[in-house]
T-cell receptor
């Protein structure tokens, strides 16, 4: 199994630009989570999906952030417009319903907004 | 509101020693308590997990101790090795509800000196 695949691994962009982060969950997993990791705030849950449906987006910091899951094998997290304070590592994780929250994380996208 | 509190923030242990990391939770609805290990540049990876109906779980050199009445749990790493140097996160989830949504502690950076 290839695990959770995220792209790109690194993204450097300028303030105001649109950023799209991508995630392919483990085949067969039906829950998908987007986390953000910073030194100041640790691992924060942004949004999660169950069976492709957004369940809880209360962690999305503001309207500049949006996430979609058009099918079971793909999800995107979009930031538009990006700001320097969005600089962080963004992780995607997936789990199998019934696995009691056993999360499998991707390697993350290191985002730098200049 | 931080629902999972983790300590210490950092820990330095000599090779062969015991590393102990502690976590406390508030929400008694949590029923699954995993520990994740994260190496630089990688996503967190599940290390070991426990359910509240047992007081201890051991896997190799790693042991979770769980105190339900005190709402605390801890990770013990026996015979710590330099390869164990990583950041460790405790987490708590409500198992099969909320799609296994997990709340993470702030992390502990462990350094094992040779």
């Amino acid at each position: 199994d290839a695990g959770v695949i995220q792209s790109p691994r690194h993204e450097v962009t300028e303030m105001g630009q649109e950023v799209t982060l991508r995630c392919k969950p483990i085949s067969g997993h039906n829950s998908l989570f987007w986390y953000r990791q910073t030194m100041m705030r640790g691992l924060e849950l942004l949004i999660y999906f169950n069976n492709n449906v957004p369940i809880d987006d209360s962690g999305m910091p503001e309207d500049r952030f949006s996430a979609k899951m058009p099918n079971a094998s793909f999800s995107t997290l979009k930031i538009q417009p990006s700001e320097p304070r969005d600089s962080a590592v963004y992780f995607c994780a997936s789990s199998l319903q019934g696995s009691r929250g056993k999360l499998f994380f991707g390697s993350g996208t290191q985002l730098s907004v200049l | 509101q931080q629902q999972v509190k983790q300590s210490p923030q950092s820990l330095i242990v000599q090779k062969g020693g015991i590393s102990i990391i502690n976590c406390a939770y508030e929400n008694t609805a949590f029923d699954y308590f995993p520990w994740y290990q994260q190496f630089p540049g990688k996503g967190p990876a599940l290390l070991i997990a426990i359910r509240p109906d047992v007081s201890e779980k051991k896997e190799g050199r790693f042991t979770i101790s769980f105190n339900k009445s005190a709402k605390q749990f801890s990770l013990h790493i026996m015979d710590s090795q330099p390869g164990d140097s990583a950041t460790y996160f405790c987490a708590a989830s409500m198992g099969n509800t909320n799609a296994g949504k997990s709340t993470f502690g702030d992390g502990t950076t462990l350094t094992v000196k040779p």
